[in-house]
């Protein structure tokens, strides 16, 4: 094209854990509108990717609006129509300045309102039915953990997915994305997108891209997109098994501009491999009574335990006490971890270093936990808890970009133990946590770290290896435990894999 191209860019961005206590409102997204949004450029987010290529392409580009909330609870419906509200202001407004040739959405693909179960579809629906938006193309980047619903396939146009989870290539997807939005610029081709959707939801625990069944799935995905030119982007979509949706599961979908029958016959290619690794995705972990007692407190290294029941990063409180009362009980040496606790952080900043004081700590976001654990410590120190990312490819980067901040927060010892409180639950994605209070995890012998398996890129290379540890809460890896209401059935493990097949393929 001579003329620059003028391409709105907005991104929505949440990953609702609908069986969660609670509502996420308009207070909890941070947004970003105008120059704030366009200041992103460069970083380590996928909106600071989108910018790069677009400032690099010499896009005009027309920035409405970015949310982005940390994943948790069911999302009010007025947060929805806050958000849209503002959206259509700006994009009507632009496209009476000058028309539009093309849309970038930053998504998460999991997001759920009240009354609105596929946030994202609802999104493009609107979007769709604004003046000038609906035939020009619209691309963008999402989650792996999306649920892709047919809504999203039939009304986007190219939607690329990361292909790394943990998500160190979230910045990568979107640059990727916004390449293949140039080449429709440029050609005038628009492609369009199939959808697939096999009878599976998977546990976070059973995601990780390093090991099958997502490995094998990833790799078909390459391979048939390099067996056929017409592919623009095969995308392999784990699923949110905790979003309590429809549509909910793992899903695929192919972008192409040949023929449907093209894309059908490798959308099944997939739909195949995946349920002959249904039950490889299906993880589940032995209780903590079962795994700590045997694990060898003697030998060098540290080995990282896992506790996926209060996986942050799936939208847990990050102060479930089940795995930490556990490493008590067994008198774990060198052990650390880390409790999001605002209210003990408060009290410990009226104290100095070397104080030892009786707290309830944790305990308090999730029903399923016990509840705070009483116990006494004594105050190594407290930080401000805003800390540079070490790793600016990490999962957390992905999220949140450079920085991240904590809040206030703690170091106590109890014994053999040394806890990291903090004021805002913090993913364990990123060694810059535990580095910017002094401490290096190295030197312990157990980490305990509130993961499912995003937290691999930064603790493998520190670590001898990870263990998985069952432990209550709202994130466990046992999906029969959850009372699923809506997500379509037959479908594995909630039911018997011989009922399960894969779902229609949906074009758009």
């Not at 982005?68 to 503002?86: H, K, M, N, R, T």
């Not at 349920?275 to 007692?293: D, F, H, Q, T, Y």
């Not at 670590?463 to 466990?476: E, F, H, L």
Request: glycine share 10%; hydrophobic share 45%; net charge negative.
């Amino acid at each position: 094209m001579s003329v620059a191209p003028r391409v709105l860019v907005a991104g929505l961005f949440h990953e609702t854990h609908t069986f969660l206590e609670g509502e996420t409102g308009w207070e909890d997204f941070e947004v970003l509108t105008g120059d704030a949004l366009l200041q992103l450029r460069g970083n380590s987010s996928p909106l600071g990717g989108v910018l790069e290529v677009a400032h690099t392409l010499g896009w005009d580009v027309v920035p409405t609006l970015m949310a982005l909330a940390a994943p948790s609870a069911i999302v009010g419906d007025a947060v929805f129509e806050q958000y849209w509200g503002q959206f259509a202001g700006l994009a009507s407004q632009a496209e009476r300045e000058a028309p539009l040739d093309a849309v970038f959405l930053v998504l998460h693909g999991a997001m759920v309102c009240q009354s609105i179960p596929d946030v994202e579809g609802e999104l493009l629906t609107r979007l769709r039915k604004l003046p000038g938006l609906s035939e020009i193309p619209v691309f963008g980047v999402y989650d792996l953990h999306a649920n892709f619903t047919p809504a999203m396939a039939r009304l986007s146009d190219c939607l690329v997915a990361y292909r790394c989870n943990p998500h160190t290539d979230g910045r990568a997807s979107a640059v990727r994305a916004a390449y293949l939005l140039q080449r429709a610029l440029e050609t005038g081709v628009v492609p369009r997108t199939l959808l697939a959707q096999p009878g599976l939801i998977w546990p976070p625990t059973g995601t990780g891209t390093d090991t099958d069944p997502m490995k094998s799935l990833v790799q078909l995905a390459r391979v048939l997109q390099e067996e056929t030119p017409e592919f623009w982007e095969v995308n392999v979509n784990a699923g949110f098994a905790y979003g309590d949706i429809h549509d909910a599961g793992v899903s695929f979908t192919i972008v192409t501009e040949g023929e449907p029958e093209q894309a059908r016959a490798s959308l099944d290619r997939l739909c195949q491999a995946a349920l002959a690794m249904a039950e490889v995705g299906n993880v589940v972990e032995r209780p903590a009574s079962e795994v700590l007692p045997l694990l060898d407190r003697h030998a060098p290294g540290l080995t990282v335990l896992v506790e996926p029941s209060d996986n942050i990063g799936g939208g847990a409180p990050g102060d479930c006490t089940g795995l930490v009362r556990a490493m008590l009980a067994e008198r774990l040496p060198n052990a650390a971890a880390c409790l999001c606790d605002p209210h003990a952080v408060a009290i410990l900043r009226q104290h100095s270093p070397g104080d030892v004081l009786t707290l309830p700590l944790g305990g308090r976001g999730s029903r399923l936990d016990p509840g705070p654990l009483l116990l006494e410590v004594e105050l190594q120190g407290c930080h401000a808890g805003r800390f540079e990312l070490r790793d600016k490819q990490s999962h957390l980067a992905t999220m949140v970009g450079d920085f991240f901040d904590m809040g206030p927060c703690a170091v106590v010892k109890h014994g053999e133990l040394t806890l990291l409180l903090t004021s805002i639950k913090t993913p364990p994605m990123d060694l810059g946590q535990w580095l910017h209070v002094g401490i290096d995890p190295a030197r312990f012998s157990f980490v305990a770290v509130k993961a499912a398996v995003s937290h691999r890129r930064a603790w493998d290379p520190i670590s001898k290896g990870n263990i998985w540890v069952g432990t209550p809460g709202p994130c466990s890896s046992d999906l029969r435990a959850f009372p699923f209401q809506h997500v379509r059935r037959p479908i594995f493990p909630l039911d018997p894999l011989s009922e399960v097949t894969h779902g229609p393929i949906s074009a758009s």
